[in-house]
């Protein structure tokens, strides 16, 4: 299918993707090639820039195979001035009400307009769309979605619904949520209605059953979309070739330790084990390190993890630390992939830098932060591979690096049987996008 029923090209409108972290980007990027795949090349696909500047800026550059518009949050003020732009602030609250509002006057044929020029903007590209996509990921979860987020982006996802939009949430990771969190409640009612739910885990189908409350018949095992990525030589290599026998990449990042009572004394003692990792590895003289974060920055308004990877290296003992690589450069995720897929093995506690050294070529050990990462890995045949990012001693950890180290015929055997495996299932995807542009019917 290339086209709508209107005759026009099929439109396609992704929400609440984050493209600062290159693990978000690689899903953005994937998720654009199935959904071309599936709907025909002709197709237009839009991301909705849910990031924490209010343009995508350096972004476009970064990732100019995406097309990026404002979302609801962004429409009418700067989001670095939220905190004392006071009429911005109104429009941003009251637009979670205007929106879905005027999806309603619009279904009814009435002409008024309750949102703003910029508003009107992008409720535009809701009524051109033939279909809207939540992205894929983690995005509503308690870390991930700010209680200032959530009606913004539920009132999205109702003026879909209201406007007879086929609605897809693409292969998430729902959840963990907090006991006391709202945000199960605020989902229920567009779940519920919503053409087609894609968990990429078995605790993410759970969570939607169990703890969301879903019920209808619309919830999809899959898998992350990532793992489709396609991995490729990066135009200005962000470090030095190997001088040595071993390289071993390490991909570390900054956590908020949800639920703990000092989450800053918690990240001091994890980056404290990583170093010890670091330095146990060396012992042996033919190992290098090369430390890349998948949360990078190119802007002064944008998180990074790389103060964590220099934080770790200085920790480590001075005579070792010519044998240490940090990469501070962009590198762009099919790049990453190939890069640390070079590497003998990697450690990662982020989600992705896991992933896209597995699809690149390096078997990688996982440090679980949050259900999703034991839930991938498991889908894979690699749960033996994940260890705690909490309870794992520094021991521990050297211990699974060096286990594979010792085989690596078969942790490549493994590694490739995992990824073919991933990639089969995430083919399913596309078809389940495809039955959710059916008609139906809308509802309030």
Known sequence: ???????????????????SNAGDAAIAIAMKRSLEATFGTGAIVRHCFCGPTSEPGIFRDYYPELSFTRTLWHC??????????????????????????QARLRRRGLPLSVLFAHERALFRLFEESSLV???????????????????????QY????????????????????????DLPGLLRPVMEQANAILCRDSESVRVVREVIGVSSDNVHETIDEALTIE??????????????PVRIGVCVHQWNWLGQA????????????????????MDDASVELVLLTTHQTGSDDVHSDLDVSVRVVS??????????????????PCEFAHFMGQCDVVLSSRLHGAVLSLVGGAPAIAL?????????????????????????????????????????????????????????????????????????????
């Open 133 to 155: 996509v939540v992205t894929g990921g983690a995005p509503l979860c308690t870390s991930w979605t700010p209680r200032y987020l959530r009606p913004l982006r539920t009132a």
């Open 315 to 332: 920790m480590i003992p001075e005579r070792l630390q010519p044998r240490v690589q940090v990469v501070s450069s962009f590198v762009h």
């Open 1 to 19: 299918m290339t086209a709508s029923t209107t005759g026009l090209p099929f439109q396609i409108l992704i929400l609440d993707n984050v493209v």
């Open 368 to 444: 679980e932060y949050e259900p999703k990462t034991r839930g991938l890995m498991r889908r894979l045949g690699l749960e033996d591979w994940v260890l705690s990012m909490a309870d794992s001693t520094s021991a521990d950890i050297t211990c699974a690096i060096r286990k594979i180290l010792d085989d690596r015929r078969d942790a490549d055997q493994r590694r490739q049987a995992g990824v073919a495996e991933g990639r089969r299932v995430a083919a399913r995807s596309g078809d389940i996008v495809r039955r959710a542009t059916e008609p139906r019917a809308t509802g309030e």
């Open 76 to 101: 009418e003020s700067d989001w670095s001035l939220r905190k004392w732009n006071i009429v911005g602030r109104l429009k941003r609250k009251s637009a979670a009400i205007r929106f879905p509002l």
């Open 158 to 181: 109702r003026a879909a619904l209201l406007l007879g939009k086929p609605l897809v949430f693409y292969s998430q990771s729902f959840g963990p949520f907090s006991p006391d969190d």
């Open 231 to 244: 991995p490729r030589p990066p135009t200005r290599e962000p470090a030095p070739p190997r001088k040595l």
């Open 262 to 281: 000092d989450p800053q004394r918690c990240q001091r003692e994890f980056e404290s084990r990583i170093a010890a990792v670091c330095e146990q590895l």
